[in-house]
């Protein structure tokens, strides 16, 4: 007889039926009803033991997180929201859990605790479902892209250069820490490094996708990208997994086209291949709300505005519309903005917010931002002030793509590398795709954990990574 | 009309049929036949010119590697081997391609030089057919594991300890290279680093993906791992791509299962969806037989040995019986093996190769090592000699997986860490997973190049990687 999952169990096994399931004590009530749970998925399984024929001192031991085998005999359920019930004929504990010392008590935790415990979390129904979530995400992504002809591309993690100025890197380094060889200006000597020059942890894997897209036509990345920001917020991670296709022969038009057809693909993944975690988060996200001041509120619950991502077009508008929008708005005429709206400025999230939430309400798509904040390698427009970027901006999470047509013209590249003073000597090889064959291309980053956040409806994205990674803290 | 791609052309074009196609020139014969290539296929599409009614400047800039658009009208060709061509009406560059700066010129290049230019290398038949198996085996990957209800987890990158003692590793900082901040005692004080402590990057994910078996009950990680080894070889990299699954409730018998069943699955993945560019690798791995000496060739081709492993039962013996064999060997008695045969030696690529390639011919897995040769996490066996180790090893690959059952006993596995002088003070999230609800459990590991090579017979790991990273070496 082997072992069958509870998943399975539940979702097919016939009364009269013997099986042997292995898991996790949740709970054990009356002396009678063990509720297991194996991690295949958010449901546990009711075991009826007859105590009267069982050993009390094997009983004892049935505690909280003790894992525990058992051969039973499926029967129907008088208990309400089962089908099925297993009636124990044997049980074994296979590992005890102290109930006193076993820290995650059968009682509400608060999110920070469970953090600090992040090896047993996801015991826990909520962070179970947000990992089974994630993973469900995960493969999504794979799958759309596998179905359309893209090729999974690994990007190197060690880089030699930052040269997108993403942000601040960390650095990888084999060299002795307190006296580093030197050269005779009194630098580090990286020559000597491990990797015979200065190296760093990967900011974003686009550039190298690149290389892919311009040979093997359309191609993603997904993993993992680091930043080295001293962010103690719930939208930053030092260390988070991204998505970023790359796609010769695409212009705006189809990146963006490609950008909603994805983001709706995996939030359908996910809605009709998990709808017992999805039930589980909503209501888990409806009870969250109730803790909030009404302004708060969001106006729809978790499924039903994830819903309403996948029924409704994105809205399109370019930055210098959306600057119009706001600067018509109320909150700008009577000043409540913190940073005032002109032509030129950075949109913060106070402005994303009215455009996606009180003017659109739906995701929107800002086109054409002035070239002064975005990167070097984005194709510029013909006005001489913007380029053709994209930002995809979601209610509650605000930025969750950004992307791009990437410039194609040798010389506007180099030109624009000059002025933002990017050196040649790094990017030889990026320069390179445009001088041998260049085409219109285009791409975008999707980072993971956001889009993971919006399914999840977690509001911290410490909750939907197993072991994050923020200042001060690499813990596990 | 939108652009078609070739994949999709050569598959199910028909005669008649108006289309646009966007690629790259590989060829350009008697100023009339173009073979475009888009990355979609390793095949070409031939397109027809009829130069007398084409622009004479036109037509000069149809170069190897330039990038073009083509609107045609598909015809059956004449040709050998192609069942369409597409007979040109309208042609356009879209980028040039200088025919004499181009790198890349039409003739056989050296792998090195291809390594140089990697940024270019994913343009030859070759290279591209590696990077669609690569993808092909990482989707196979996720679909195997999916399939069978495993979650995929993240397990982190940056860690605050190497405590597998797995390799050197690299250490990931923040802190000022030249004088870094530091303590009473003159060492460097990670207490100011970014994360509060020294850290480095990942060489496993074993111990974290544990958390994840030991609550969801079957997980797997795929991501990158770093060794800091100064290893100039074939076979390794400092970063690679590992798959590293964690079972709850296997023992030993079934990750066996499951590693054999994976490995079957994703040869026979590539052998069913990739049949070209397998035939392809397959006649390049049959010419590159040819310039090898007699007794290093394969007794097999390419796709043959794949079939062979994908046909027959890995052998499965433990090492005590291995050492016998090799005891009993002809290289052992003629004292042939550079270290001499006797329990207890870590066996050598001769040994393994013997095994494997000499007397068994097939795939070897071998079990029930001593536990002085392996790591402090696997359940020792009675003998107190022995632990529930098991590696697989490959023809001309050699160890292609290594896994084992964990230890699962809370004190057998404190004193082995006791032993091998391993801080609790770092695993102690570790050690709790045996005292909160312990159960038998089991994993391997599978480093991803390693089955790139094997499938797609490449004699060099460094060019089954887009961007190889290795000492001296992180250009790109």
Redesign the interface.
Known sequence: MR?I?I?ELLASGEPGQKVIV????RTFRSNRFIAIN???TINNLQAVVDFENMPEELLRRVTT???I?VVGVVAESMGKGQRIELQVEQLEI?????PE???LQPKKHSMEFLREN???R??TNTI?AV??L??AL??AV?KFF?DK?F??????????SDAEGAG?T??????D??N?P?TEE???NYAED????E?N?TVSGQL?AE??AM????VYTF??T?R?E?SNTTRHL??F?MIEPEM??YDLEDNMDLAEEMVKFLINYVLENYPEDMEFLDKRAADEEKSKPQKERWEMGLVERLKFVVDNSFERITYTKAIEILENSKPHKKKQFKVPVEWGIDLGSEHERFLVEKHFKKPVIITDYPKDIKAFYMKQNDDGKTVRAMDILFPGIGEIIGGAQRE?SFSKLQQRMAEMDIPESELW??L?????????HSGYGLGFERIVQFVSGMGNIRDV???P?T??????
Chains 1, 2 share one sequence.
Do not use: C, Q
């Open positions: 072992r999952k998943k292995k898991g996790w004590v194996d991690g295949s997180s003790a894992a085998s296979l590992g005890d859990s102290h010392e076993y820290p992040a090896h047993l996801p015991r179970s990992y089974r994630r993973h995960a493969f794979h596998n002809g090729y999974y591309m690994h990007t190197p993690i060690v880089t030699g601040e960390f650095r990888v380094t084999t060299l820490p307190v580093p030197k009194g630098k580090v491990f990797f015979g020059k190296t942890l190298e290389v892919g040979s093997m036509g359309e993993g993992p680091f080295a001293n030092a260390e997994w010769a022969f194609e090889w990026y390179d795709l445009r001088k041998f064959g260049t085409a219109p990574i197993p072991f990674r200042p001060k803290n690499a813990e596990f």
